[in-house]
T-cell receptor
Framework: AQKITQTQPGMFVQEKEAVTLDCTYDTSDQSYGLFWYKQPSSGEMIFLIYQGSYDEQNATEGRYSLNFQKARKSANLVISASQLGDSAMYFCAMREVPAGGGNKLTFGTGTQLKVEL | DAGVIQSPRHEVTEMGQEVTLRCKPISGHNSLFWYRQTMMRGLELLIYFNNNVPIDDSGMPEDRFSAKMPNASFSTLKIQPSEPRDSAVYFC?????????????FGEGSWLTVV
């Protein structure tokens, strides 16, 4: 079963508009972390924002905010005032540390965002 | 501060050759990960080290793949013999701790093409 689901393979947004990238997750752990990464065409993976499962406030980092709805198991990324440089692939990921050991950051399939003039 | 450093950035090799990818994690980080990214399978965790000890290698595809971490500042991922289906981007990543809240930082990746 998919642990991280990103249902939008591609999204378009106009420059200066806000855009929401969807992410839902599945876990039975009580403690977990949710991350968003940006991968531009150059290929590097850039960390954007983090939300802990126990955090009551939604995370924000500059123009990025994470709309965390724990009961719905969703962690959507909101990018405000989109810029041309935001065009990239965006990955949602979940980090789990099971009691039995191990450590894993599981990624979704990504959403390709294109910002247009 | 230097991020995760990987080498080589690009490698083209012939089928059957040995390939060694190298990684230097961020200083002070004690967890290290190797990921592989392909169009078909997305990002897959290959192996995870904590304090230089391999904890989870369930993602290593087969015996042709091996990874080592001889010290806190260096890790290698070796493919021997390489095959065309190994063509992918291989990312090394590191984090400061094992907790679910510790951010994992990625290197720029090693782009491997096996012909």
């Amino acid at each position: 079963a998919q642990k991280i689901t990103q249902t939008q393979p591609g999204m378009f947004v106009q420059e200066k508009e806000a855009v929401t990238l969807d992410c839902t997750y599945d876990t039975s752990d009580q403690s977990y972390g949710l991350f968003w990464y940006k991968q531009p065409s150059s290929g590097e993976m850039i960390f954007l924002i983090y939300q802990g499962s126990y955090d009551e406030q939604n995370a924000t980092e500059g123009r990025y905010s994470l709309n965390f709805q724990k009961a719905r198991k969703s962690a959507n990324l909101v990018i405000s005032a989109s810029q041309l440089g935001d065009s990239a692939m965006y990955f949602c990921a979940m980090r789990e540390v099971p009691a039995g050991g191990g450590n894993k950051l599981t990624f979704g399939t990504g959403t390709q965002l294109k910002v247009e003039l | 501060d230097a991020g995760v450093i990987q080498s080589p950035r690009h490698e083209v090799t012939e089928m059957g050759q040995e390939v060694t990818l190298r990684c230097k994690p961020i200083s002070g980080h004690n967890s290290l990960f190797w990921y592989r990214q392909t169009m078909m399978r997305g990002l897959e965790l290959l192996i995870y080290f904590n304090n230089n000890v391999p904890i989870d290698d369930s993602g290593m595809p087969e015996d042709r793949f091996s990874a080592k971490m001889p010290n806190a500042s260096f890790s290698t991922l070796k493919i021997q013999p390489s095959e065309p289906r190994d063509s992918a981007v291989y990312f090394c990543a590191s984090s400061m701790g094992r907790g679910s809240g510790n951010t994992i930082y990625f290197g720029e990746g090693s782009w491997l093409t096996v012909v």
